[in-house]
């Protein structure tokens, strides 16, 4: 009888360590903060492009001689390259982060985190092969 109230003592005296069960911690917020922020960086970079790329020539602005720009513009192309780059190092990272904080081996994989990240690399060869032949390097 004295160890099962021995057992219940112990069991009530509060631990020096913090028990990450019971509440969230700062990493978790932070990985939060950072994949909304890449992905709110990415749908700015998606309103810069439609400024920066060239406009589609349609046959009925070649109808009406209407001039369409062909080249992209360089100076919010730079822009446009830099929040990319910041878009891909925010998901980055809280996919690091996530991966070393993840207690479990099915915790959730965040497939959204790695789609944004393809895509900004994708997007970011993209910008660059587009700068790089137009400034006749390629």
């Not at 406009?55 to 390259?81: A, N, Q, S």
């Not at 929040?83 to 915790?107: E, P, Q």
């Amino acid at each position: 009888m004295t160890k099962i109230v021995e057992n219940q003592i112990k069991s009530e005296k509060p631990s020096l360590t913090k028990e990450r069960r019971e509440s969230v911690d700062f990493w978790f917020y932070l990985a939060r903060v950072l994949t909304v922020c890449s992905w709110v960086t990415f749908f700015a970079a998606i309103i810069i492009s439609f400024f920066v790329a060239p406009e589609t020539d349609y046959g009925v602005l070649r109808y009406h001689e209407i001039e369409v720009r062909k080249f992209w513009l360089t100076p919010l192309t730079g822009y446009l390259y830099l929040i990319i780059w910041f878009s891909a190092a925010g998901v980055y990272a809280a996919t690091l982060i996530d991966k070393y904080r993840s207690r479990r081996r099915n915790d959730n994989t965040h497939y959204n985190a790695y789609f944004l990240l393809g895509f900004n690399l994708i997007w970011l060869s993209v910008i660059l092969q587009h700068v790089l032949s137009t400034a006749n390097v390629i």
